[in-house]
């Protein structure tokens, strides 16, 4: 039999040192921006009953989910995804509550990626959700609030919004099979412009238009401009009005030259329905944030609550920047007689009170302790001594 | 700013490309003459190529670490995920088909159909489309030998002249779809480095409208 004890499933890592604390730095830094927001955190269980993660407006692709079968043959999912079991908490045990409610969390999330894709399964994420209110100020916030999250780690982002509505709208008005919708969002998805054309030939009006231009609808205001001119009807149009209000006080915000417009941003179309946004940093090939407004998503919970929200990818932000980090390596070793150690520890104290990172010496020798100091490259050795009831410490520095 | 990242995929797509590139009046000297080298700049530009293997393109692409990436539509079908394929190159021109032996019928009888390829995920989207269950067997080369040595009913390959077919007995029993070479784009890139991604693409298809006419 083959024993697999000495390494880690596919897709998970272990992180150590450096890696931990800049993962820890990532999300202490955007878990702090949360609650001076006053989002206030869960914690839900790592595996849930594989129905809160299956819904009409949420359904989760069941090849991403590791399950398992709990004891009387129920199948349990570990968690895909943190806003479902959030709005699970919200539409349940959080229903008497008054609305709004801000909520965040900041735990993993697991899927399962095709083998060898050199993706993670295990993900640390963290988020908000804004749950219980409409409108645009519910919008502008978490937005602004994405925006912030993604600064206050690095300068080099951007945060790419779009509006799922425009393109519902304007599809509805397109004459085809249900089929033949789902391959044209896929092609706006993906912007592949050539298959599009191609797929659209038959439709010659206003609306075929409009969707072969969708996936072109991206970059600055210009964009907004271009929407209007060929908004094929009412409902089209006042989407991108929402859509420019939204803009317009991004940029007054000062956040012009980090926010994008894509309007071809048209995925889980089911699940979204409104406004849609996506954050990029330097050096991550794929989106670190993404998020937008899920008024639906709780009726899945037996609810009716209007939801906006957004969940970051902390582990590949910690990844992909240099945060400044402070040097945890002892600056003391404390060398001492077992017999000796309440004054040992209480020199510790002292010493650590004061900043300094102590190492207690698990050695029965000054020699062994001196060894060991050396490779780890601790430059200052307190040696604690007890005589006749009064403690003294000499220090020895190494170079 | 770091360069923009193009990887080829090496042979025939890499020719056909490199013409392209120096259509748009790139210096393609360095990649014309190469040696052994892989990765390449492009003279007087921000841009180097980057020389792979046509799956590992799209891997490239997908993980950031190539920006743009040319691959045939054979490629993205078996092994794409998550990029924005925003061109058609036009070249590269072949197709998918299912194929067996001249004169045997396929879609007759209730027996498990055997499928041989090199494309099984490609065999697999078709045959769900049919609603048809298979069975599909994976072959690395030679494909047209499955159903000749009797390991499978018919093959799902990419033809192009469909000579190889006919010299073996085999015939296409049905075309899957149309194949040619694409021009694919990392999502992220696409949002971090829209001016020179969008100046490229505008650069190819002007080179593409002078060629038809």
């Known amino acids: ?25 990532v999300q202490n830094r955007m878990t702090e921006l949360f609650k001076t927001r006053g989002f206030n955190e869960v914690i839900t269980p790592s595996f849930e009953f594989y129905d809160v993660f299956t819904g009409k407006a949420n359904a989760i692709p069941q090849e991403m989910m590791y399950k398992l079968i709990d004891s009387k043959g129920r199948i349990i999912a570990l968690r895909p995804d943190n806003t479902m079991p959030v709005m699970r908490v919200a539409a349940t045990k959080l229903k008497g509550f008054q609305p709004p409610l801000r909520l965040f969390y900041n735990q993993n999330v697991f899927r399962i990626n095709p083998s060898l894709s050199g993706r993670k399964d295990e993900i640390p994420q963290c988020g908000i959700e804004l749950l219980g209110l409409r409108g645009i100020k519910a919008d502008l916030e978490v937005i602004a609030t994405a925006i912030d999250t993604l600064k206050c ?184 007689d077992a017999k000796n150690a309440k004054a040992a520890f209480e020199h510790m104290e002292t010493l650590t009170s004061s900043g300094l990172i102590c190492e207690m010496s698990g050695f029965d020798s000054i020699e062994e302790t001196r060894n060991y100091a050396k490779i780890r490259g601790i430059s200052r050795i307190d040696i604690v001594s007890v005589e006749k009831n009064s403690v003294s410490i000499q220090s020895e520095y190494l170079q | 700013m770091k360069p923009l990242r193009i990887a080829l995929t090496k042979g025939r797509l890499e020719k056909d490309t490199v013409e392209l590139f120096e259509k748009i009046g790139f210096d393609c000297s360095k990649i014309r003459d190469k040696g052994r080298k892989l990765i390449l700049p492009i003279p007087g530009t921000d841009i180097e190529i980057v020389l792979a293997k046509a799956a590992d393109v799209i891997t490239y692409v997908e993980h950031g670490v190539c920006d743009v990436g040319v691959v045939g539509k054979d490629t993205i079908m078996e092994n794409g995920h998550s990029f924005y394929e925003v061109l058609d190159l036009g070249f590269g021109k072949c197709r998918f088909a299912l194929a067996g032996p001249v004169g045997r019928p396929f879609f007759t009888g209730y027996n498990m159909k055997c499928i041989a390829t090199k494309y099984p995920k490609v065999a697999r989207e078709y045959f769900k489309k049919r609603g048809m269950d298979v069975q599909i067997i994976k072959i690395e080369g030679s494909v047209e030998l499955a159903p000749l040595l009797g390991l499978s009913d018919a093959i799902v390959d990419i033809v192009e002249t469909g000579t190889t077919l006919k010299e073996n007995g085999l015939e296409i029993i049905e075309e899957i779809c149309p194949i040619s070479a694409r021009m694919i784009i990392n999502i992220a890139s696409m949002k971090l480095k829209k001016e020179e991604i969008e100046s490229l693409t505008k650069k190819i298809e002007a080179v593409k409208e002078a060629n038809k006419q």
């Open chain 1, 1 to 25: 039999m083959t024993r697999y004890g000495k390494m880690v499933p596919e897709g998970t890592c272990d992180l150590l040192f450096k890696e931990c604390e800049s993962l820890r730095e």
């Open chain 1, 153 to 336: 780690v690095t300068g080099e982002f951007r945060i790419e919004i779009g509006h799922i509505g425009y393109f519902k709208a304007i599809i509805d008005g397109l004459k085809c099979s249900d089929e033949e919708k789902e391959q044209i969002r896929l092609y706006i998805e993906s912007k592949n412009y050539a298959a599009l054309t191609d797929i659209l030939k038959e439709n010659d009006n206003k609306s075929g238009y409009a969707l072969n231009e969708l996936p072109r609808l991206f970059g600055g205001e210009e964009v907004l401009d271009r929407a209007i001119e060929i908004a094929p009807n009412e409902a089209a149009l006042d989407t991108i009005k929402y859509l420019r209000s939204i803009y317009d006080a991004l940029c007054k915000m000062g956040y012009k030259d980090k926010v994008l417009i894509d309007l071809g941003l048209v995925q889980q179309i089911d699940y979204y329905t409104g406004v849609i946004f996506r954050g990029y940093i330097q050096n991550s090939g794929d989106y670190v944030l993404s998020g937008g407004r899920y008024d639906c998503l709780a009726e899945s919970f037996g609810a009716e609550m209007a939801a906006t929200g957004f969940g970051v990818n902390t582990e590949a932000i910690a990844r992909c920047v240099n945060l400044n980090q402070k040097n945890n390596n002892p600056d003391v070793i404390i060398y001492y």
